[in-house]
């Protein structure tokens, strides 16, 4: 224990700048537990630059208490493992394995992965999947605001509402800074239907039909003035537009790329090892 305790001494004082200690011809055995080892260079990194050494070789000391109790438990459990225990440890090394080739090829992503996906690429794989873009909600795209009743603005608010071709988006957004209790004037987004029902508590029976019928409404309910201007709608079950597919659309794409970028590398890493003769098959 003493021996432990002064190689931790020296330990810190390599983490803080006495980097001749470890020597690069062998590793330092730090602890030792059923034919385990764990060595110096697996603590490097593990105690901040700007810590005390107090702190320092407290944390070494709680990271060595720490990987003795897992060897012990680890040691304890493969002597109570049932005859299959092979098999586990062989699902071990698998799962060893896994980890490995997940990393790698995660390092190989981050560096070869082209992730620009351009709106042309976006727009062709839309058109030829259609049919896989259908809405689950009906989607309109509204403004709407709510007055306190009474309101000297309401005429004004109504009839800039309710204009027959264009909202005026400006004069409505500055009216509604200063008189509105609340407001969504954004008629380039397309928002669910129950979503705005949400909000502006119109009783609706049938979408289609109140839609189709239905540019503009006003009513009071519990001393608040509701306004909705619907500018455009899309029905359950009609295809979604593209606006609200790009972002999938983009992931989709990028998806692609990596798996063929994978394929690409496990077919060449292949053929390279049959070139260089590195396998043999009996």
């Known amino acids: 224990m003493r021996r432990i305790g002064l190689f931790l001494g020296c330990l810190l004082l390599a983490m803080t700048g006495c980097r001749e200690f470890i020597r690069q011809s062998e590793r330092i055995v730090v602890a030792e537990c059923y ?43 493969e002597l109570n493992l ?38 042309e690429e976006i727009e062709v794989y839309y058109e030829e999947h259609k049919e ?38 400006s004069q409505l957004n500055t009216l509604a800074t200063r008189h509105a209790t609340s407001s969504f004037l954004d008629v380039d987004a397309w928002v669910k239907l129950d979503d705005l029902l949400a909000k502006v508590p119109i009783e609706i029976y049938n979408s289609e039909s ?13 001393n608040v003035v509701y306004m909705v201007r619907f500018v455009d709608y899309l029905l359950e079950s009609s295809v979604s537009p593209l606006e609200l597919e790009a972002d999938d659309i983009r992931n989709i794409l990028l998806l692609k790329r ?13 053929e390279q090892a049959v070139k260089e003769k590195v396998f043999v098959i009996y």
């Open 35 to 77: 034919n385990e080892k764990l060595y110096a260079d697996e603590l490097e990194g593990l105690v901040p630059h700007d810590a005390s050494k107090l702190d320092s070789l407290a944390q070494v000391n709680a990271f060595i208490d720490s990987w003795i109790r897992r060897q012990l438990l680890v040691h304890q459990a």
């Open 82 to 119: 049932p005859p299959d225990g092979a098999d586990l440890a062989r699902r071990l090394q698998d799962y060893r394995n896994s980890l490995v080739i997940y990393a790698y090829e995660t390092r190989l992503v981050e560096q070869y992965l082209d992730t620009v996906v351009d709106q």
């Open 132 to 169: 896989n873009f259908q809405l689950k909600s009906t989607m309109v795209k509204a403004a709407y605001v709510t007055l306190e009743a009474n309101s000297k603005q309401e005429k004004e608010f109504k009839q800039l509402m309710s204009q027959r071709d264009t909202l005026d988006l």
């Open 210 to 222: 109140f839609l189709r019928k239905n540019k503009f409404v006003m009513f009071e309910k519990d």
């Open 258 to 270: 990596k798996k063929e970028l994978l394929s690409q590398m496990h077919e060449e890493l292949y």
